[in-house]
Protein backbone atom coordinates (compact mmCIF):
# COMPACT_ATOMS: atom_id res chain seq x y z
CA UNK A 1 0.00 0.00 0.00
CA UNK A 2 1.01 3.57 -0.53
CA UNK A 3 1.33 6.19 1.64
CA UNK A 4 1.73 8.82 -1.03
CA UNK A 5 -1.00 10.16 -3.19
CA UNK A 6 -0.31 8.91 -6.85
CA UNK A 7 -1.30 10.80 -10.16
CA UNK A 8 -4.26 10.02 -12.21
CA UNK A 9 -3.52 7.65 -14.55
CA UNK A 10 -2.55 9.59 -17.99
CA UNK A 11 -5.06 8.71 -20.35
CA UNK A 12 -4.45 7.26 -23.77
CA UNK A 13 -4.39 9.80 -27.43
CA UNK A 14 -7.68 8.20 -28.30
CA UNK A 15 -9.87 9.33 -31.15
CA UNK A 16 -12.12 10.53 -28.01
CA UNK A 17 -9.56 13.04 -27.16
CA UNK A 18 -8.52 14.19 -30.04
CA UNK A 19 -12.33 15.39 -30.37
CA UNK A 20 -12.09 16.80 -27.16
CA UNK A 21 -8.93 18.83 -28.51
CA UNK A 22 -10.64 19.89 -31.69
CA UNK A 23 -13.99 20.70 -29.84
CA UNK A 24 -11.80 22.94 -26.82
CA UNK A 25 -10.63 25.37 -30.01
CA UNK A 26 -13.77 25.00 -32.27
CA UNK A 27 -15.71 26.66 -28.98
CA UNK A 28 -14.27 30.16 -29.49
CA UNK A 29 -15.48 29.52 -33.74
CA UNK A 30 -18.33 32.75 -32.59
CA UNK A 31 -15.06 34.83 -30.99
CA UNK A 32 -12.96 34.38 -33.98
CA UNK A 33 -15.85 35.48 -36.07
CA UNK A 34 -16.54 38.46 -34.18
CA UNK A 35 -12.92 39.30 -34.12
CA UNK A 36 -12.39 39.09 -37.92
CA UNK A 37 -15.54 41.53 -37.84
CA UNK A 38 -13.81 43.81 -35.28
CA UNK A 39 -10.68 43.93 -36.87
CA UNK A 40 -12.00 44.40 -40.12
CA UNK A 41 -13.94 47.52 -38.52
CA UNK A 42 -10.19 48.84 -37.30
CA UNK A 43 -9.00 48.29 -40.55
CA UNK A 44 -12.20 50.91 -42.40
CA UNK A 45 -10.96 53.23 -39.68
CA UNK A 46 -7.49 53.26 -40.35
CA UNK A 47 -8.40 53.27 -43.63
CA UNK A 48 -10.38 56.15 -44.01
CA UNK A 49 -7.91 58.33 -41.22
CA UNK A 50 -4.89 57.55 -43.36
CA UNK A 51 -3.23 55.71 -40.75
CA UNK A 52 -1.25 53.33 -42.88
CA UNK A 53 0.51 51.72 -39.95
CA UNK A 54 -2.33 51.03 -38.59
CA UNK A 55 -3.55 49.40 -41.91
CA UNK A 56 -1.03 47.45 -41.90
CA UNK A 57 -1.07 45.79 -38.79
CA UNK A 58 -4.73 45.35 -39.09
CA UNK A 59 -3.94 43.60 -42.56
CA UNK A 60 -1.48 41.36 -40.62
CA UNK A 61 -4.15 40.68 -37.94
CA UNK A 62 -6.50 40.06 -40.30
CA UNK A 63 -4.12 37.82 -42.57
CA UNK A 64 -3.93 35.84 -38.77
CA UNK A 65 -7.81 35.28 -38.58
CA UNK A 66 -7.60 34.18 -41.98
CA UNK A 67 -5.45 31.42 -40.53
CA UNK A 68 -7.35 30.79 -37.58
CA UNK A 69 -10.24 30.61 -39.84
CA UNK A 70 -8.87 27.69 -41.51
CA UNK A 71 -6.98 26.03 -38.27
CA UNK A 72 -11.22 26.08 -37.22
CA UNK A 73 -12.49 23.59 -39.56
CA UNK A 74 -9.78 21.29 -39.22
CA UNK A 75 -10.02 21.23 -35.47
CA UNK A 76 -13.56 20.84 -36.06
CA UNK A 77 -14.46 16.92 -35.95
CA UNK A 78 -11.01 16.00 -35.35
CA UNK A 79 -10.53 12.19 -34.78
CA UNK A 80 -7.22 11.47 -35.76
CA UNK A 81 -3.70 12.89 -34.42
CA UNK A 82 -3.28 14.45 -38.07
CA UNK A 83 -6.29 16.67 -37.88
CA UNK A 84 -5.10 18.12 -34.83
CA UNK A 85 -1.28 18.31 -36.41
CA UNK A 86 -3.08 20.33 -39.55
CA UNK A 87 -5.16 22.24 -37.15
CA UNK A 88 -1.72 23.31 -35.05
CA UNK A 89 -0.23 24.64 -38.22
CA UNK A 90 -2.75 27.11 -39.13
CA UNK A 91 -2.96 28.18 -35.42
CA UNK A 92 1.15 28.78 -35.25
CA UNK A 93 0.69 30.86 -38.19
CA UNK A 94 -1.82 33.20 -36.56
CA UNK A 95 -0.01 33.44 -33.01
CA UNK A 96 2.94 34.09 -35.63
CA UNK A 97 1.17 37.49 -37.02
CA UNK A 98 -0.84 38.54 -34.15
CA UNK A 99 2.82 38.84 -32.52
CA UNK A 100 4.50 40.41 -34.52
CA UNK A 101 1.99 43.17 -35.26
CA UNK A 102 1.27 43.25 -31.55
CA UNK A 103 5.34 43.34 -30.99
CA UNK A 104 5.49 46.29 -33.97
CA UNK A 105 2.23 48.04 -32.21
CA UNK A 106 3.83 48.58 -28.72
CA UNK A 107 7.16 49.43 -30.11
CA UNK A 108 5.56 52.11 -31.52
CA UNK A 109 3.90 52.88 -28.56
CA UNK A 110 7.14 52.57 -26.75
CA UNK A 111 8.70 55.01 -28.76
CA UNK A 112 5.60 57.50 -28.48
CA UNK A 113 6.27 57.25 -24.70
CA UNK A 114 10.19 57.49 -24.93
CA UNK A 115 9.69 61.01 -27.45
CA UNK A 116 7.15 62.41 -25.31
CA UNK A 117 9.21 61.69 -22.00
CA UNK A 118 11.72 63.37 -23.87
CA UNK A 119 10.01 66.14 -24.88
CA UNK A 120 8.93 66.75 -21.17
CA UNK A 121 12.44 66.77 -20.33
CA UNK A 122 13.61 69.35 -22.72
CA UNK A 123 10.58 71.49 -21.98
CA UNK A 124 11.81 71.71 -18.19
CA UNK A 125 15.60 72.07 -18.86
CA UNK A 126 14.76 74.60 -21.71
CA UNK A 127 11.91 76.79 -20.36
CA UNK B 1 13.50 5.93 -17.80
CA UNK B 2 11.97 5.83 -20.64
CA UNK B 3 11.43 9.67 -22.60
CA UNK B 4 7.40 10.21 -22.36
CA UNK B 5 7.95 12.56 -25.31
CA UNK B 6 9.10 10.39 -27.67
CA UNK B 7 5.48 8.22 -27.76
CA UNK B 8 3.65 11.26 -28.41
CA UNK B 9 1.71 10.67 -31.59
CA UNK B 10 1.43 14.70 -32.75
CA UNK B 11 4.33 16.01 -34.45
CA UNK B 12 6.74 17.44 -31.78
CA UNK B 13 7.91 20.11 -34.41
CA UNK B 14 4.62 21.85 -34.87
CA UNK B 15 4.15 21.55 -30.79
CA UNK B 16 7.04 23.59 -30.03
CA UNK B 17 6.37 25.95 -32.85
CA UNK B 18 3.29 26.57 -31.25
CA UNK B 19 4.63 26.57 -27.62
CA UNK B 20 7.21 29.16 -28.65
CA UNK B 21 4.80 31.40 -30.85
CA UNK B 22 2.56 31.62 -27.76
CA UNK B 23 5.40 32.60 -25.07
CA UNK B 24 6.04 35.26 -27.65
CA UNK B 25 2.34 36.51 -28.02
CA UNK B 26 2.18 36.19 -24.01
CA UNK B 27 5.69 38.26 -23.38
CA UNK B 28 4.03 40.51 -26.18
CA UNK B 29 0.85 41.20 -24.11
CA UNK B 30 3.19 41.32 -20.83
CA UNK B 31 5.31 44.14 -22.56
CA UNK B 32 2.14 45.77 -24.22
CA UNK B 33 0.30 46.17 -20.59
CA UNK B 34 3.06 47.63 -18.90
CA UNK B 35 3.77 50.20 -22.08
CA UNK B 36 -0.75 50.90 -21.68
CA UNK B 37 -0.39 51.42 -17.76
CA UNK B 38 3.10 53.56 -18.50
CA UNK B 39 0.64 56.39 -20.63
CA UNK B 40 -1.68 56.65 -17.51
CA UNK B 41 -4.35 57.54 -19.27
CA UNK B 42 -4.66 53.95 -20.65
CA UNK B 43 -4.31 51.97 -17.51
CA UNK B 44 -7.90 50.01 -18.54
CA UNK B 45 -6.76 48.83 -21.83
CA UNK B 46 -3.59 47.62 -19.72
CA UNK B 47 -5.55 45.63 -17.61
CA UNK B 48 -6.81 43.96 -20.70
CA UNK B 49 -3.37 43.14 -21.80
CA UNK B 50 -2.24 41.53 -18.46
CA UNK B 51 -5.25 39.55 -18.32
CA UNK B 52 -4.18 38.07 -21.91
CA UNK B 53 -0.89 37.35 -20.84
CA UNK B 54 -2.45 35.76 -17.76
CA UNK B 55 -4.50 33.31 -20.08
CA UNK B 56 -1.60 32.84 -22.71
CA UNK B 57 0.91 32.17 -19.94
CA UNK B 58 -1.06 29.43 -18.95
CA UNK B 59 -1.35 28.06 -22.37
CA UNK B 60 2.41 27.78 -22.19
CA UNK B 61 2.76 26.05 -19.09
CA UNK B 62 -0.01 23.55 -20.82
CA UNK B 63 2.10 23.41 -24.25
CA UNK B 64 5.23 22.83 -22.24
CA UNK B 65 3.22 19.93 -20.14
CA UNK B 66 2.28 18.36 -23.23
CA UNK B 67 5.67 17.91 -24.09
CA UNK B 68 7.16 16.71 -20.89
CA UNK B 69 4.06 14.37 -19.49
CA UNK B 70 2.96 13.25 -23.15
CA UNK B 71 -0.74 14.18 -21.36
CA UNK B 72 -3.45 14.93 -23.83
CA UNK B 73 -5.93 16.52 -21.61
CA UNK B 74 -3.24 19.52 -21.26
CA UNK B 75 -3.42 20.03 -25.06
CA UNK B 76 -7.21 20.44 -24.22
CA UNK B 77 -6.38 23.30 -21.63
CA UNK B 78 -3.91 25.01 -24.30
CA UNK B 79 -6.30 25.11 -26.90
CA UNK B 80 -9.02 26.36 -24.42
CA UNK B 81 -6.85 29.08 -23.44
CA UNK B 82 -5.92 30.14 -27.13
CA UNK B 83 -9.73 30.29 -27.90
CA UNK B 84 -10.46 32.34 -24.86
CA UNK B 85 -7.98 34.92 -25.52
CA UNK B 86 -10.12 36.17 -28.81
CA UNK B 87 -12.63 36.94 -26.24
CA UNK B 88 -10.29 39.42 -24.25
CA UNK B 89 -9.27 40.97 -27.18
CA UNK B 90 -12.49 41.31 -28.78
CA UNK B 91 -13.01 43.40 -25.56
CA UNK B 92 -10.23 45.37 -25.53
CA UNK B 93 -10.35 46.06 -29.34
CA UNK B 94 -13.93 47.26 -29.31
CA UNK B 95 -13.57 49.62 -25.91
CA UNK B 96 -10.16 50.88 -28.01
CA UNK B 97 -12.70 51.70 -30.99
CA UNK B 98 -15.32 53.46 -29.10
CA UNK B 99 -12.69 55.36 -27.56
CA UNK B 100 -11.67 56.30 -30.53
CA UNK B 101 -14.52 56.98 -31.70
CA UNK B 102 -15.67 59.17 -28.69
CA UNK B 103 -12.47 61.21 -29.65
CA UNK B 104 -13.28 61.52 -32.91
CA UNK B 105 -16.43 62.79 -31.77
CA UNK B 106 -15.18 65.25 -28.86
CA UNK B 107 -12.54 66.49 -32.04
CA UNK B 108 -15.29 67.56 -34.12
CA UNK B 109 -18.02 68.93 -32.06
CA UNK B 110 -15.03 71.07 -30.80
CA UNK B 111 -13.98 72.16 -33.96
CA UNK B 112 -17.60 72.83 -35.23
CA UNK B 113 -18.17 74.91 -32.08
CA UNK B 114 -14.95 77.17 -32.70
CA UNK B 115 -16.00 76.87 -36.86
CA UNK B 116 -19.75 78.17 -35.91
CA UNK B 117 -18.51 80.93 -33.54
CA UNK B 118 -16.70 82.80 -36.19
CA UNK B 119 -19.01 81.83 -38.87
CA UNK B 120 -21.40 84.67 -37.27
CA UNK B 121 -21.81 87.45 -38.96
CA UNK B 122 -19.84 90.16 -37.03
CA UNK B 123 -18.66 87.65 -34.24
CA UNK B 124 -14.93 88.05 -34.79
CA UNK B 125 -15.36 91.69 -34.83
CA UNK B 126 -17.63 92.10 -31.51
CA UNK B 127 -15.31 89.89 -29.57
CA UNK B 128 -11.93 92.03 -30.83
CA UNK B 129 -13.98 94.86 -29.82
CA UNK B 130 -14.48 93.27 -26.30
CA UNK B 131 -10.86 92.76 -26.18
CA UNK B 132 -9.89 96.30 -27.07
CA UNK B 133 -12.38 97.90 -24.63
CA UNK B 134 -11.10 95.44 -21.76
CA UNK B 135 -7.36 96.62 -22.87
CA UNK B 136 -8.64 100.18 -22.52
CA UNK B 137 -10.09 99.75 -19.54
CA UNK B 138 -6.57 98.23 -18.19
CA UNK B 139 -4.33 100.94 -19.55
CA UNK B 140 -6.50 103.54 -17.76
CA UNK B 141 -6.77 102.00 -14.80
Known amino acids: ?127 | MSDASSFLPIDRERLETCLKWTRWFSWACLAGGILLCATLILIPFGGFAFWQYWVLKNATESLESVLKRNDPRDLVMALEGIGFQFLIQIIGMVAGLALSVLFLIAIFTSLGLSLSQFMEPGALEAQLRAQQVQHDTWQHQ
Open chain 1, 1 to 127: MSYFPTRPKTPEWTPEMYTAMGHAFSKAQWWVKIFTVVTGISAFFSLVSFNIVGVALSGMVLYGCWAAWKSLSMFEGARQASDIEEGLSQLNEYLKWQTISLMVGFGLLALGIALAALGLLLLFFLV
